[in-house]
């Protein structure tokens, strides 16, 4: 899988990878100096718009994932917390929800072997994206009632090893509001794990720091063995996004015996 970019925003090296367009950290090779880019304010573009774009332009994800041929920067939180992991190993089935633009389902790909015809990747999102080799896309909102149903349907066997979410739902600037969105968002996938998982299976999935997070940690725990929190390093530091993942799935009802374990990445 591609390596993910060091320095600049902290990122550590990973693996060699097959997508992998060159190699080295981006703007550290070649002697040439790292200069920022700057944007002239254009009239058509407001001061937030002119920030997000130059800290696009300025991000070493951004250009390493356009250098490994990766969909997007995401990308590199699923290969930066799967290398400590290791949730997603040849022939796991695999369920990507809120998959576009797929830069999360191009890395499951790769690492379940599912070109090879050994693991499974299916992706769905109510946006259209363009197919990736060796996986499946649903375009359909995950919300949608019969969309549970259409992916057990694809998925072999109808179980998954592997749940993982990173959808989240459009901001309104209002952080409680925002927080509860994504909540909302982060409690569907869980029901939707809860249905799907085999036993032994993970689930990962983003949500937002905020105080409500913490029921559904305590929820998770009951049907899986260990729960924790995992804030990757391409997650921008000043963002308040961090991920839950869960091990060890173990049936819905099941005691709740450990103790969370606390954010420790």
């Known amino acids: 899988m591609a ?19 060159g ?14 880019v700057r944007l002239k304010t254009a009239r058509q573009r407001t001061t937030s718009q002119q920030k997000w774009l130059e800290r696009q332009l ?13 969909r997007s920067r995401a990308a590199f939180k699923l290969i930066e917390i799967d290398d400590r992991q290791r ?14 633009p797929g830069g999360w389902t191009q890395v499951a790909v790769e690492r379940v072997k599912a070109l090879e015809g050994r693991g499974q990747v299916i992706g ?21 009632d019969s969309a549970p149903d259409k992916l057990k349907a694809l998925l072999r066997d109808g179980q998954a090893d592997v749940v993982l979410s990173d959808m989240a739902a459009p901001t309104i600037g209002h952080s409680g509001t925002d927080h509860l969105r994504i909540m909302g968002l982060a409690e569907t996938a869980v029901q939707f794990a809860r ?13 937002f720091q905020g105080g409500t997070e913490r029921e559904l940690l ?13 804030k990757p390093p391409a997650s921008r530091k000043e963002s308040t996004e961090l991920y839950v993942l ?7 009802g099941a005691s709740q015996s450990d103790a969370l374990d606390e954010p420790n990445e």
Request: aromatic residues 6%; charged residues 25%; positive net charge.
């Open 3 to 21: 390596k993910p970019p060091r320095g600049g925003s902290g990122g550590k090296a990973g693996s060699a990878s097959k997508t992998g367009r």
């Open 23 to 36: 190699g080295g950290s981006p703007g550290a090779s070649g002697g040439q100096r790292n200069m920022r």
């Open 58 to 70: 300025n991000d070493p994800y951004v250009a390493a994932a356009k250098r490994d041929g990766l």
């Open 87 to 100: 949730l997603l190993k040849p022939g796991h089935r695999v369920v990507d929800l809120g998959a576009a």
């Open 124 to 144: 769905i999102d109510y946006l259209e994206m363009g197919s990736i080799p060796g996986a499946t896309i649903l375009q359909l909102d995950f919300l949608d």
């Open 195 to 207: 249905e799907v998982l085999a036993p032994g299976g993970a689930f990962l999935c983003k949500m």
């Open 218 to 230: 305590a929820d998770l725990k009951r049907d899986f063995e260990t729960v924790r929190h995992i």
């Open 246 to 252: 869960a091990t060890g799935f173990r049936g819905v």
